[in-house]
């Protein structure tokens, strides 16, 4: 398997050891929000029929990973039926809810189509553009900061509880980039693709590396490659 470690392309990267944990990183499936170009934020949006054909085929890749012990994910809709169905797929495990692992709150701008929100709310629109990493959205929208802080302190809390072993967690793509972003700092990870496959090693000395980044190999035998759209703040 191709492997990324510390951000440097490799083969055959050792899997976890009993000090660390290897964390399985699973975007959503697709929704129709994502093929329409709106914005969700924690909007509570469903999979579409491709995001569900997309859920079924990240499952049955991941049916084939060995000792797969857990499933965690977003407690919203489009990220829990797509760890549900990995989990139907993955015989004895049940999904744990997270709430950490929901996506940025992007305040106003949520149900907003990307490409016009500049116009309409273009004080919001400026806010999630902001360089500034503190800088919150209006309407209750999050900032940069306070996005990386919830999601990898929820990402530690499974590695410390799940040490020495492998598990899924299944979440958003402003999640995901910056899971990336405490892997490997100043890097940047691109669009995460619907139901990519990353893998996070984290060790007890709170060392985080990247195995394998943004893998939609799953998806190239199928008719649903092109719909796997990349999710950032915009998407979502």
């Not at 929704?31 to 491709?50: F, H, R, S």
């Not at 999904?95 to 116009?119: C, M």
């Not at 360089?131 to 990898?152: A, H, W």
């Not at 809390?157 to 995901?176: D, M, N, Q, S, Y």
Request: charged share 25%; hydrophobic share 35%.
């Amino acid at each position: 398997m191709e492997c990324i470690e510390n951000g440097i392309v490799g083969k055959d990267a050792e899997l976890t050891n009993g000090s660390s944990t290897e964390i399985i990183v699973v975007r959503h499936g697709e929704t129709e929000w994502n093929a329409l170009g709106k914005m969700q934020g924690q909007m509570d949006i469903d999979l579409n029929n491709v995001g569900r054909q997309q859920a079924i085929t990240v499952a049955e890749r991941l049916s084939r990973e060995p000792n797969i012990s857990a499933i965690y994910s977003s407690d919203l809709k489009r990220a829990l039926e797509t760890a549900q169905t990995i989990a139907s797929r993955c015989v004895g495990l049940q999904v744990i809810t997270d709430v950490d692992l929901r996506e940025r709150h992007i305040g106003d701008l949520q149900g907003l189509v990307f490409r016009e929100s500049s116009k309409i709310n273009p004080v919001a629109f400026e806010a999630l553009k902001s360089p500034k990493s503190d800088q919150e959205i209006p309407g209750g929208g999050e900032s940069r900061d306070q996005l990386y802080k919830r999601c990898t302190s929820s990402l530690q809390r499974i590695a410390e509880k799940h040490r020495g072993e492998r598990v899924v967690a299944v979440t958003h793509g402003a999640v995901i980039e910056m899971l990336y972003k405490r892997a490997i700092p100043g890097g940047k990870a691109g669009g995460v693709m619907n139901t990519s496959v990353s893998i996070i090693q984290l060790s007890k000395e709170d060392v985080w590396s990247i195995k394998l980044w943004n893998d939609i190999s799953h998806l190239k035998e199928t008719e649903f490659l092109e719909s796997a759209a990349g999710g950032s703040d915009s998407s979502g």
